[in-house]
């Protein structure tokens, strides 16, 4: 029997797919919002759980002024790209990760989450009917944005009452301005992006909120964006506002582990096997400000910048350099081996990706 969530049930109320692609132009995508054709809606009260949902035509959404992510931040969200591949058809990258970090979140934001197969199978149905927006091979993905939200009406402080699932999606190129050039970090020493017992390692809105101010003094001065220390000794790399942190020095490469404060990120953990598949040794633990001076690249990772290269990095007005203004050979190597795997150029020993 065909399954009340599977995105065949979801689509046969809804689309006809249309085989014509989008009016964008495709050479030209940044990271920034191109409304699509339909989303996908979910809701459910508290203590219960997620049912039924359903594909609209994308569009604003009505919430009580009073909802709980307005006024307390109970909300969530999540990110994964799908790539159209030569023959066109549409890969996803590991999206039951993104489920089950979802699943986690929702539990310290103590909301009500969707079932790893309703998370996957809505996703599935929100690229498909948006197929015309997943760019042409090579030109850039559909990124797809999951959102979880109280969403009911709440005054005194308590999780809301009527929960919200969400998924919209839009198509991406390079998330920096910089493309695929290296970008300039700025380290950031007296605002912190999380702390120990707080929500740094859940998806929630609020961590991102919380960056904005250090972004926006550290863009203002030219840098693409800040790297964040740990709050306690100010002294260890956390991450950077919307990427993970990698440190090559020789055959090791080092990223921060992953202890509360730090986002788990799907493309870090990707990261890490393919690396080690690659013949490096991966370390995941405390990595102090100071290995920065002697590393040899350094590189972000996550869904939305992919693998990015850092030039440089200025920490306390000294400005540590990478690569002589190009992109490093461990970057450039580990950057060939993801992206070929998750574009479907080459052979998926690690039964990662999924095509619809
Ligand atoms: C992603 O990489 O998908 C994220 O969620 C980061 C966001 C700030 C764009």
């Known amino acids: 029997a065909v399954s009340p969530f599977s995105r065949d049930a979801i689509l046969s109320e809804t689309i006809s797919e249309t085989a014509e692609l989008a009016d964008v132009d ?3 995508l940044g990271f920034s919002y191109i409304p699509t054709d339909y989303m996908y809606v979910m809701k459910c009260t508290r203590g219960g759980s997620f049912s039924k949902g359903e594909m609209q035509r994308f569009g604003n959404i009505e919430l009580s002024p009073s909802a709980g992510v307005l006024n307390y931040g109970q909300g969530l969200f999540e990110g994964l790209k ?4 030569e023959d066109d058809s549409i890969l996803l990258f590991r999206p039951e990760e993104n489920a089950l970090r979802m699943r986690m ?4 934001m103590c909301m009500p989450a969707p079932s790893v197969e309703q998370f996957v199978e809505a996703v599935k149905a929100t690229v498909l009917a948006n197929k015309r927006w997943v760019p042409p091979q090579g030109k850039g993905a559909l990124y797809i944005r999951p959102l979880l939200m109280g969403s009911g009406a709440v005054l005194g402080l308590a999780p809301a ?5 969400l998924i919209y999606a839009a198509p991406v190129g390079n998330y920096f301005k910089e493309g695929v050039a290296p970008i300039n970090l700025i380290i950031e020493h007296e ?3 999380a702390t120990p017992g707080g929500t740094g390692g859940v998806k929630t809105i609020g961590n991102y909120a919380a960056v904005l101010k250090a972004q926006s003094v550290a863009k203002a001065k030219g840098y693409t964006d800040v790297l964040y220390l740990d709050c306690v000794h100010k002294k260890y790399l956390e991450e950077v506002s919307s990427c993970n942190i990698f440190v090559v020095k020789g055959n090791t490469i080092s990223t921060p582990a992953i202890k509360g404060t730090i986002l788990p990120g799907i493309t870090r953990k990707s990261m890490i096997d393919v690396a080690r598949s690659q013949g490096f040794l991966v370390e995941e633990r405390q990595v102090a400000v100071d290995e920065l001076l002697d590393a040899d690249e350094v590189f972000c990772t996550g869904t939305a910048v992919v693998v990015s290269p850092v030039g440089s990095i200025t920490y306390k007005g000294e400005r540590i350099t990478y ?3 190009g992109v490093g050979a461990v970057s450039q190597q580990l950057y060939d081996q993801l992206t070929s795997l998750q574009m479907g150029l080459t052979e998926d020993k690690m039964n ?3 095509q619809l």
Do not use: K, M, Q, S
């Not at 799908?82 to 591949?85: F, Q, S, V």
């Not at 009452?161 to 699932?165: K, V």
């Open 26 to 28: 495709w050479d030209n």
């Open 82 to 85: 799908a790539y159209r591949t």
């Open 191 to 193: 605002l912190h992006r």
């Open 105 to 108: 979140g929702a539990e310290r």
């Open 352 to 354: 990662w990706t999924v």
């Open 161 to 165: 009452p009527e929960y919200t699932f």
């Open 323 to 325: 690569g002589n203004g």
